[in-house]
């Protein structure tokens, strides 16, 4: 319960918690903000941590002149770049060897073709719009390895995606982050950014339940 609150404040107060951490940390929060948005990106077990919010946050952070719009630019393109890699990686080194267990019997060698399959014919419109689904976006890459995606099919949506999603929300932020109304009501377009992203992954999920 402690954890969900702790995550509900983060996102809803990330104009406080990035001042703060600003003011404590000063060059090393580009560090900081790199493994956040790598670990969002590269970990299966961090899909909650803030993406697309965050991005938006730092991008009026830098409006303000509290951090350097190309410094995070080049550093968070990196690290969402080298997150999705890493996935990539752990996919095509667990999936086989999970999915071809003889006794497993959820987790059969078909179901790893059909993925390879979806992943050859469809992978690349899936990672390069992963990049913008909240929770989506941390497994997709996974898959993709799982899937045994080709790689160098992956690499080039795994790197225009980042550029784009990475690019996008910056300069969201720092265009329209340091607006009055946008100001003034910091919490609420977190939270907006929030719902508006998962609008997508929600309506998916609607939508494959009703057609089971």
């Not at 509290?66 to 996919?91: E, H, K, M, P, R």
């Not at 419109?125 to 996974?142: H, M, N, V």
């Not at 946008?182 to 919490?187: E, M, T």
């Not at 999920?205 to 009703?210: C, I, N």
Request: glycine share 8%; with cysteine.
């Amino acid at each position: 319960m402690e954890a969900i609150v702790w995550f509900i404040d983060l996102f809803l107060h990330l104009d406080r918690h990035l001042t703060e951490l600003i003011q404590f940390m000063g060059p090393w929060t580009y560090v900081i903000l790199f493994l956040v948005i790598f670990c969002e990106t590269g970990l299966v077990v961090t899909p909650l941590l803030p993406g697309d919010s965050l991005l938006f946050a730092l991008g009026t952070f830098a409006a303000l002149g509290s951090l350097q719009f190309d410094v995070l630019l080049v550093s968070l393109i990196t690290a969402a770049i080298a997150g999705d890699s890493v996935n990539y990686a752990l996919g095509k080194f667990c999936g086989p060897r999970v999915f071809c267990e003889e006794r497993a019997r959820f987790l059969k060698k078909e179901y790893l073709d059909r993925t390879h399959k979806f992943y050859e014919k469809h992978g690349g419109k899936t990672i390069f719009l992963a990049r913008f689904l909240p929770i989506i976006r941390t497994f997709a890459p996974f898959v993709a390895g799982v899937g045994s995606m080709a790689y160098s099919r992956f690499i080039f949506y795994n790197v225009t995606g980042a550029v784009a999603w990475v690019t996008l929300f910056l300069a969201s932020g720092y265009y329209f982050g340091s607006i009055p109304l946008v100001k003034n009501n910091f919490s609420f377009v977190m939270l907006a950014i929030v719902i508006i992203s998962l609008v997508p992954v929600i309506v998916e999920s609607l939508r494959r339940r009703d057609g089971s």
